[in-house]
Every structure is written in C-alpha cells, then in structure tokens.
C-alpha cells in the first residue's frame, strides 16, 4: 500500500482522531502531501471508522480528492476532515493569519498564558529567559517599539516548527504610500536627504519600519537603493513645484505635515504616475528580498505576495531555526536592507522552549506575545479588541510592568478591564528591573518589595473607587502569590541567581496554579479520558458505546426508581438559595457609559460637545482629531477589517465603558435570597457574572457600532474635497447616535436597554441553575448540602452515566480499588456537580458498593436500599440523599449488566 493513502485513527483528549497525509496541502517543503491530524469530535468508535474509510476512498480515487459541491450539507463530518481543509486554505488568501491555525494549530495546553505591558516594560526580555533564547537574541527586543505583530510560542517535546504570516499586498501598498507621501511632503521644505529619510523611515507609532526593509540611509553608498529612492523622491518634488495648481496651493499655506495639507491636494500628488512609480520600486525591492530567501517554503497569493513561509528543524537544531527565521524576526542594524520584519503579521513556532527554570519538562505551555501597550501615551484610552478578545480566552494574564515607574498609563487601564471583566484570578504581576531599586531608605528586600507593592495598592484602590469590584480587596490579600519581583534579565540566564533566579521559578511555576474558579461556562465531558492513559505501551482498547442507547436504558432506569423525586425536589426548595437583582436599575448604568463614550468622540470630531454632564470634565485634555487620522480609521474599517487606528479605537473603548458600568451595576445591585454570602462566595459569584455579561456585551458593542452601520463607514470614508472632514465627522456621529444612544425617549434607547437586560437576565439564569445543581459550591455550604436535596434529574443521570462508563472500561473489578475508582470519577467530573460527586465518594470510602453486589442476590432492592440508606445517614446525610445514592448505584448496575448482556460494549 502507498504510505500516503494510510489512515489511522486513534482515541485521545475524549475524542476520536483521524491522521493522514492529504493530498491538496503542502507540506513544510512546498510539495502536495500534508500530515494531518484531525479532531473527528466523536467518541463513537464506529462514526470514526466510517470517517476513517471515506478518506481512505478518496486518497485511492483522484477524482474525488478536489473540494466537491455540495459535500458540507450532505456528508458535514467528511466534509470537516478533509474538504474544509482545502476550502480553508484557498479562501485563507484574504486572511493570512488564518493559515497559522491551518498548519499549526494550538493545542490543548496545561497552560495558556498571555504577557501584556507596556512599551519598555521589559516583557520581551522576561519571554527569552522563560523559553531559554536570551543567548540567541529572540524573541527581538529594541529601546522603542520592537514587537510590531502577534507571536505565539507553542513549548512542548516536538520538533521545532514555525509558520510566519505576512500582512495583506493592500495593506502594505497603503503603508508604502503613506511613508512616501510623508517624505514628498517634507522635500517640499527641506531638501536635505538625511530630513527627507527620517519622514520616510518609519510612521509614527512606529509600527512600520520601512528602514529596516530598505536600509538606513547614508552619504557614502550613492548606489544604495534608499539613497536612490530619496533623490527620486526629491527629483519628484522638484518636479510638482513646477506645477502651478501645485505652487499655488504650496504658496498660499504654511503647512509642513501631511495632515495639514487639504484632502484634495494630498488626492493629485497619490494620483500622479510618479508616486506609483515610486511606491511599486518599494514593491520590487521588498519582491527581490523575497527571492533570495533559499530556505524554507512561501505559499504566494495570485498576485505574487507572499501569504505564509514555513519551516521545520529537527529539536537538537534550536539555534539553526533561530538563525534562519532572522530575517522576519530580526530588527538587528546590520541587516538593515535585507529584512522582512515589518511585513510580519504574525508568528507561531513550536518546540521544546524549556529553560531551566521551568519546574518540569512535560507541560504544554502557550505563551502569547504581542504589541507593548500605550504606545500613543496619554491619547490610549483603551485596550485593543484582539486583547480583550485574549484576556476571555487564556489561563493566564502576566501583567509585566516595570518595577522603576510602576503602574502609570495603559497598564492602569489594563489592569481595571481585568477586573472589570471578572477575570483577576488569571492575574500575575511582574515587575521588571527590581534589581535597579536602590535607595538609602530602601536598605532590605522587604522594603523594595513593600514599595512596589504600595502602588499596586494605590491602583487597586482606584480601581475600586471606578468599578466597585471587591475583587480587588481580595487580590491585596494574596498579592504575594500573584505578584513578581524579577531583576537581573540583562545577564545570561544561567547568571541569573539567588533570589531573582528563585523567583523566575516560582513565575514560571504560576502558569500551572489552577484558578479558582474557571470562568467558562462548564460543558462535563461524556467521556474524559487523560491522555497519559493513552499513551501507555499497551493501551487497553476503547470500547465502542453508543451513547443514545446508554442514555435510553439510564432514562428507563431514572423513571422507575425517581418516580416522585422530582416533586421531592420542589417541596424541599422553598426556601433554596437564588440571586437576585434589581434589573430596572440597568438603565443609568448603561446610560452612564454611553455618555463618556459620546462625549470622548464629540471631543475628537468636533473639538466640543453640547452634552451636560459631571464627565465633561474628565475628557477636557481631548482634543480635535486632524482630519487625516479620522480617515485612516475609516479606510481601515471598510477595506481591512481593522476596527481601530493608532489611539482611535471605538469599539475596545464602548465595551470597556460598559464593562466598567456593568461591574458598578451587579456590585449595587445583586440581591441574595435565603443566604448571606461570605465575601469570598459573593466575589466569586460577581466575577462570575462580570465575565458572562462583557463576553456576550462585547459582541453586541462590535455588531451595533460595525456591523450594522458598515455602509456608513463607507460613506464616512469615500467623504472628499473641501468640507469632507466635517461631513466625515456627521457621519461618524450619526453612526453613534444610532449605536450608542443618550436619548431615553428614542426607539434605539429601547432596543438597546432591551437587549442589556437580556443578557443580565440569561447570565442571572443560568448561574442560579448552576447554583441550585450545586455546580457552584458556597463556602459554608458543606452542612446544609448534607441535609437538603439539591440534585435534579439532569445531574443525576450525568454522574449515573460516569460511573457506567468507568464500569465498562475497567469492568467490576475497579470496585476493589477504591483510590482508582475516585481518580477516575474526579477526573469524569472536571469540578462538576460538586454536591453529588462528593456524595457518592463517601458512599464508596464507606463501603456501599461492594456491599449493594455482595447483597443483591439474596435481598430485594427495597431491602438493600433501606439498609444501605440507614448506613449511610449514620455519616450526618439526609435520608433523601442517602437514598438517592442507594439508587444511583442500583441504577449503575443495572445499565451496566444490560449493556452486558445484549453485546452493546464489546467487554
């Protein structure tokens, strides 16, 4: 048989995988033949097998092999394990960053991490010790702004892998053009070539260094393309002054900048032939840079630009993958001319990046590294949506900061959205240059350390004061477990010593603590299974179960034994735990937030605003946006799907407003029925409803501010010629009057107040559900949980399908060892259905299941659940409960000899 038509599938991580090598996707080489591995998402052996033998027809059969019509409605699960792949990877051309998914994926991860800071935190230099590259200058690092895209490190035992995507053809063609028009506009003035390459070098918030592609400019190399391109530039310049419709309007203004100028002027230099001319020589260079590249494998859209390079190299030859990606990821002067960073979108690179301060080996860690925040100083206002979109999706949050200046400008308003959002568990700080902290009234490390910690004090504080989260009360009592005081990250990594090299371990060791509470919404698996179980040399085989006939025969089972617990349960809630909350009360905290947002906005389109209100004032340092910046948010709206410029980010900033009014809200507003709750218990229940409500508000903030209005950010965009920046202005404001309403009285108030109150009350629901099954456990609960019955139908089938399946796959033998049988539920159960997990714990540290075996041949089950009922109240449970477990067990049995006896599981 040819290798490249095998397919395998195997069990792990509770679903079935298919591997093989598809035909249609290159590999790291470039040639067709890629080695797939595919979640089939199925725990039915059979559903895979079938999946297994399609693939295996279409590997033999060349007319099947291209994307069929039709195939995702007829067959959705074929069409997932092989089609899509190559639908993915030819529509993946307007969106490169999708390919590092494609060929890369992330996998699941015992830690998922993401560094924030600030610019000249430090964060870069922490990241190569923590992954063992500070010797060989990766990730790079500069005294400004030096990570410029999204850089994901995938440290596990595998061979090093990396993909590197590269910013869209059009998007780089409008970077281009808008650092050549900087340098013609500044030729206009001063002809000197040195002035005139500074304009060209790089844009403002220094996200695009052109230098770095074209090389630095200097007297001494006349034939250097950079030097050529400048006097092109200047020759160009010379020659538009001869224009009389150019000299006219060069005459008649004093403007140096490009923003100074009218649209309308700006408009026929960008249309005159010679500025193409000049762009697209920037093009061929950056196209030559490209061919010289010998290593590796691009894949080109249609056009000739390049969407992705990818390489491989064996896990000994860590220094050689460094040495040979420098070119995208190098910002090092000498190579100025021949780099390709600036074009970067995004890098994802696998490997064994284990430094020897990691505590062990074997993890799976994703470290996320991305731009430092607050680079347009005291104008950021916000967090990017990518950011916030992280903060939702990781493990953990590494707030770096440096330990010199501490807690000033973004990392301050980063620092309140984490609470704001509910997410502080996932919190760390790390403070760099600790080691720089020297002062005569300074003279121990505890007194250092106490004066960093006073700010984060100070900050918690305000952030107390802005969103009523006690949450930061908590986080102050444990600031020693969740802050970091790190120095000596110049040194060598195996310099590093002492109590910094100690506390570099414990940091590391922090990317394993489990939260407290994870935030996302629990789904209990059917079927967990760990994959070091998997991974023995003689694995036991997978039975097949068919999971609808398993859950037929438990509802059978559940109907003749719990007839009446269902109306038990009612009567024995009355007085249950529940939340409450006073939901009329929403309308001034969203009214609140809409009002900052409106006022910041009138402020930068119109250098004033007509709105009453005590916030006024708070956004007095707000000046008039120049007319350019406007457009250049608008452009990038419409043509790139990128929803913010530089310190203009709309959508970030109304969600952020909202999430802090949303904390202030539930903080004010929450009602406790039948209990009073611990501190710790109300936090973690508030957290807990911060975190729903700003994930689903912040989709709603994107689909109303964007989506829906797109046609006027278009019309806002194509604006031009005199008049256009206040009719752009209108637009915008239009757009905002719409979205984000101030007007209690008009129709958009009613839908939005409509739509907020939906999404509290849905959180609100399903937490109390969760708190009634017991899936949200309070701290002084533990004694009224042993006395009323709080489980319901759903969670009693859930946790009688668990122990059936540990009793299919290790038979009834796993009953002798009781350690195993525990483990294994733990692990079935992931923190779920707390309350009955426990219960059913103690009923077999007591005994009970052995004993209900060793007794049914010779009693009735009524007998047996008497007995067994009684025995188990002697332990201070409710008869109700005691019963409940009896039953359970019963019921387990009988499932379990059914699926016997009729052959279902092949035991």
Same mark, same amino acid.
């Given at each position: 048989?040819?290798?490249?038509?095998?397919?395998?599938?195997?069990?792990?991580?509770?679903?079935?995988?298919?591997?093989?090598?598809?035909?249609?996707?290159?590999?790291?080489?470039?040639?067709?033949?890629?080695?797939?591995?595919?979640?089939?998402?199925?725990?039915?052996?059979?559903?895979?097998?079938?999946?297994?033998?399609?693939? @295996?027809?279409?590997?033999?059969?060349?007319?099947?092999?291209?994307?069929?019509?039709?195939?995702?409605?007829?067959?959705?699960?074929?069409?997932?394990?092989?089609?899509?792949?190559?639908?993915?990877?030819?529509?993946?051309?307007?969106?490169?960053?999708? +390919?590092?998914?494609?060929?890369?994926?992330?996998?699941?991860?015992?830690?998922?991490?993401?560094?924030?800071?600030?610019?000249?935190?430090?964060?870069?230099?922490?990241?190569?010790? %923590?992954?063992?590259?500070?010797?060989?200058?990766?990730?790079?690092?500069?005294?400004?702004?030096?990570?410029?895209?999204?850089?994901?490190?995938?440290?596990?035992?595998?061979? @090093?892998?990396?993909?590197?995507?590269?910013?869209?053809?059009?998007?780089?063609?409008?970077?281009?053009?808008?650092?050549?028009?900087?340098?013609?506009?500044?030729?206009?003035?001063?002809?000197?070539?040195?002035?005139?390459?500074?304009?060209?070098?790089?844009?403002?918030?220094?996200?695009?260094?052109?230098?770095?592609?074209?090389?630095?400019?200097?007297?001494?190399?006349?034939?250097?393309?950079?030097?050529?391109?400048?006097?092109?530039?200047?020759?160009?310049?010379?020659?538009?002054?001869?224009?009389?419709?150019?000299?006219?309007?060069?005459?008649?203004?004093?403007?140096?900048?490009?923003?100074? +100028?009218?649209?309308?002027?700006?408009?026929?230099?960008?249309?005159?032939?010679?500025?193409?001319?000049?762009?697209?020589?920037?093009?061929?260079?950056?196209?030559?840079? $490209?061919?010289?590249?010998?290593?590796?494998?691009?894949?080109?859209?249609?056009?000739?630009?390049?969407?992705?390079?990818?390489?491989?190299?064996?896990?000994?030859?860590?220094?050689?993958?460094?040495?040979?990606?420098?070119?995208?990821?190098?910002?090092?002067?000498?190579?100025?001319?021949?780099?390709?960073?600036?074009?970067?979108?995004?890098?994802?690179?696998?490997?064994?990046? +284990?430094?020897?301060?990691?505590?062990?080996?074997?993890?799976?860690?994703?470290?996320?590294?991305?731009?430092?925040?607050?680079?347009?100083?005291?104008?950021?206002?916000?967090?990017?949506?990518?950011?916030?979109?992280?903060?939702?999706?990781?493990?953990?949050?590494?707030?770096?900061?440096?330990?010199?200046?501490?807690?000033?400008?973004?990392?301050?308003?980063?620092?309140?959205?984490?609470?704001?959002?509910?997410?502080?568990?996932?919190?760390?700080?790390?403070?760099?240059?600790?080691?720089?902290?020297?002062?005569?009234?300074?003279?121990?490390?505890?007194?250092?350390?106490?004066?960093?910690?006073?700010?984060?004090?100070?900050?918690?504080?305000?952030?107390?004061?802005?969103?009523?989260?006690?949450?930061?009360?908590?986080?102050?009592?444990?600031?020693?477990?969740?802050?970091? @005081?790190?120095?000596?990250?110049?040194?060598?990594?195996?310099?590093?010593?002492?109590?910094?090299?100690?506390?570099?371990?414990?940091? =590391?060791? $922090?990317?394993?603590?489990?939260?407290?509470?994870?935030?996302?919404?629990?789904?209990?698996?059917?079927?967990?299974?760990?994959?070091?179980?998997?991974?023995?040399?003689?694995?036991?085989?997978?039975?097949?179960?068919?999971?609808?006939?398993?859950?037929?025969?438990?509802?059978?089972?559940?109907?003749?034994?719990?007839?009446?617990?269902? #109306?038990?349960?009612?009567?024995?809630?009355?007085?249950?735990?529940?939340?409450?909350?006073?939901?009329?009360?929403?309308?001034?905290?969203?009214?609140?937030?809409?009002?900052?947002?409106?006022?910041?906005?009138?402020?930068?389109?119109?250098?004033?605003?007509?709105?009453?209100?005590?916030?006024?004032?708070?956004?007095?340092?707000?000046?008039?946006?120049?007319?350019?910046?406007?457009?250049?948010?608008?452009?990038?709206?419409?043509?790139?799907?990128?929803?913010?410029?530089?310190?203009?980010?709309?959508?970030?900033?109304?969600?952020?407003?909202?999430?802090?009014?949303?904390? =202030?809200?539930?903080?004010?507003?929450?009602?406790?029925?039948?209990?009073?709750?611990?501190?710790?218990?109300?936090?973690?229940?508030?957290?807990?409803?911060?975190?729903?409500?700003?994930?689903?508000?912040?989709?709603?903030?994107?689909?109303?501010?964007?989506?829906?209005?797109?046609?006027?950010?278009?019309?806002?965009?194509?604006?031009?010629?005199?008049?256009?920046?206040?009719?752009?202005?209108? %637009?915008?404001?239009?757009?905002?009057?719409?979205?984000?309403?101030?007007?209690? #009285?008009?129709?958009?108030?009613?839908?939005?107040?409509?739509? +907020?109150?939906?999404?509290?009350?849905?959180?609100?629901?399903?937490?109390?559900?969760?708190?009634?099954?017991?899936?949200?456990?309070?701290?002084?609960?533990?004694?009224?949980?042993?006395?009323?019955?709080?489980?319901?139908?759903?969670?009693?089938?859930?946790?009688?399908?668990?122990?059936?399946?540990?009793?299919?796959?290790?038979?009834?033998?796993?009953?002798?060892?009781?350690?195993?049988?525990?483990?294994?539920?733990?692990?079935? =159960?992931?923190?779920?259905?707390?309350?009955?997990?426990?219960?059913?714990?103690?009923?077999?540290?007591?005994?009970?299941?052995?004993?209900?075996?060793?007794?049914?041949?010779?009693?009735?089950?009524?007998?047996?659940?008497?007995? $067994?009922?009684?025995?188990?109240?002697?332990?201070?449970?409710?008869?109700? @409960?005691?019963?409940?477990?009896?039953? =359970?067990?019963?019921?387990?049995?009988?499932?379990?000899?059914?699926?016997?006896?009729?052959?279902?599981?092949?035991?």
């Amino acid at each position: 048989m040819n290798p490249n038509n095998q397919v395998k599938i195997f069990y792990k991580l509770n679903s079935w995988y298919v591997q093989y090598i598809h035909p249609k996707i290159p590999n790291h080489k470039g040639d067709l033949g890629r080695n797939v591995e595919i979640n089939i998402h199925t725990q039915i052996e059979s559903e895979a097998q079938s999946i297994k033998n399609k693939i @295996f027809h279409i590997l033999n059969t060349p007319s099947l092999q291209d994307l069929q019509s039709n195939i995702g409605i007829e067959d959705p699960q074929l069409y997932y394990c092989y089609y899509r792949l190559i639908d993915e990877y030819k529509n993946n051309i307007n969106d490169p960053d999708k +390919y590092r998914d494609l060929l890369l994926p992330l996998p699941s991860a015992d830690a998922d991490v993401i560094f924030l800071g600030a610019t000249g935190s430090g964060k870069t230099s922490l990241i190569r010790h %923590v992954i063992g590259t500070d010797s060989l200058n990766f990730p790079l690092k500069s005294k400004s702004r030096a990570t410029t895209s999204d850089m994901e490190i995938i440290i596990r035992d595998n061979s @090093f892998r990396m993909v590197i995507t590269f910013f869209p053809y059009p998007k780089i063609n409008l970077l281009i053009k808008e650092r050549v028009m900087d340098a013609i506009i500044a030729s206009f003035y001063n002809e000197d070539l040195s002035y005139i390459f500074e304009k060209l070098k790089e844009n403002k918030p220094q996200t695009f260094k052109l230098h770095h592609i074209i090389g630095n400019y200097s007297e001494d190399q006349k034939e250097a393309f950079v030097n050529r391109l400048l006097i092109n530039i200047l020759h160009f310049s010379k020659e538009l002054k001869t224009d009389s419709k150019f000299s006219q309007i060069l005459d008649n203004t004093d403007a140096q900048f490009v923003n100074e +100028y009218p649209e309308s002027f700006l408009d026929l230099i960008k249309n005159h032939q010679n500025f193409e001319i000049l762009t697209k020589s920037i093009l061929t260079y950056i196209q030559n840079i $490209f061919n010289n590249v010998k290593i590796g494998f691009f894949q080109y859209d249609e056009n000739g630009w390049p969407l992705y390079w990818e390489y491989e190299e064996d896990k000994q030859n860590k220094e050689i993958l460094i040495k040979n990606s420098k070119r995208f990821t190098s910002n090092y002067y000498k190579n100025f001319g021949k780099l390709l960073t600036p074009l970067v979108s995004g890098i994802r690179i696998e490997g064994p990046f +284990y430094s020897d301060f990691f505590p062990v080996n074997t993890k799976v860690v994703i470290l996320r590294d991305g731009q430092g925040l607050g680079h347009e100083g005291d104008l950021d206002l916000a967090l990017s949506i990518k950011t916030l979109d992280l903060l939702k999706r990781v493990d953990k949050i590494i707030l770096v900061d440096n330990g010199e200046q501490p807690m000033i400008g973004l990392t301050l308003i980063a620092l309140e959205q984490i609470f704001s959002r509910g997410l502080s568990s996932k919190l760390a700080i790390a403070f760099t240059r600790f080691d720089l902290i020297v002062a005569d009234d300074l003279p121990s490390l505890k007194d250092r350390q106490n004066r960093l910690k006073n700010p984060i004090l100070d900050s918690l504080n305000q952030i107390f004061k802005k969103n009523k989260s006690k949450t930061t009360f908590e986080f102050a009592k444990k600031i020693d477990e969740q802050v970091f @005081f790190l120095g000596e990250l110049h040194k060598p990594s195996d310099k590093i010593t002492g109590f910094y090299k100690t506390e570099l371990q414990k940091f =590391c060791s $922090f990317f394993f603590i489990k939260n407290e509470k994870e935030l996302e919404e629990i789904i209990p698996p059917l079927n967990p299974i760990k994959e070091k179980e998997i991974l023995i040399k003689n694995p036991k085989q997978i039975l097949k179960i068919d999971y609808q006939i398993l859950r037929s025969f438990i509802d059978l089972q559940y109907t003749n034994y719990f007839q009446d617990f269902g #109306s038990n349960h009612k009567e024995g809630s009355k007085n249950k735990l529940q939340l409450n909350f006073k939901i009329e009360k929403i309308t001034e905290y969203i009214l609140r937030a809409n009002i900052q947002f409106r006022i910041l906005w009138d402020m930068r389109l119109f250098g004033r605003t007509t709105i009453k209100s005590p916030f006024t004032s708070q956004f007095g340092q707000i000046g008039k946006e120049n007319w350019s910046v406007v457009k250049a948010l608008t452009r990038r709206i419409v043509s790139y799907n990128e929803y913010e410029y530089r310190h203009l980010k709309p959508v970030s900033e109304l969600s952020s407003y909202i999430a802090t009014e949303l904390s =202030c809200f539930f903080s004010d507003n929450i009602l406790w029925n039948n209990y009073v709750p611990l501190p710790a218990d109300s936090i973690k229940v508030l957290d807990r409803m911060r975190f729903d409500t700003t994930r689903n508000s912040d989709l709603f903030v994107f689909d109303s501010l964007i989506r829906k209005n797109i046609h006027l950010w278009e019309n806002a965009y194509q604006k031009s010629g005199t008049g256009s920046a206040t009719q752009r202005a209108n %637009v915008l404001n239009s757009i905002f009057n719409s979205a984000v309403p101030i007007d209690l #009285s008009c129709s958009q108030w009613n839908d939005l107040e409509l739509h +907020y109150k939906g999404i509290i009350q849905k959180s609100f629901q399903l937490l109390n559900n969760e708190i009634e099954t017991g899936k949200i456990s309070f701290s002084d609960t533990t004694k009224q949980d042993s006395n009323v019955t709080k489980v319901d139908e759903k969670s009693t089938k859930q946790i009688v399908q668990y122990i059936v399946e540990i009793l299919i796959k290790n038979d009834l033998k796993i009953l002798n060892r009781s350690k195993l049988f525990i483990g294994l539920l733990d692990d079935y =159960c992931k923190n779920s259905f707390e309350p009955e997990r426990k219960k059913i714990i103690l009923s077999i540290n007591e005994g009970i299941p052995e004993r209900i075996l060793s007794e049914s041949p010779h009693l009735s089950e009524e007998l047996i659940i008497s007995k $067994f009922s009684n025995q188990l109240t002697i332990t201070g449970i409710s008869n109700e @409960f005691a019963e409940w477990i009896v039953k =359970c067990w019963i019921i387990s049995y009988n499932v379990y000899n059914e699926f016997k006896e009729k052959n279902i599981a092949k035991l």
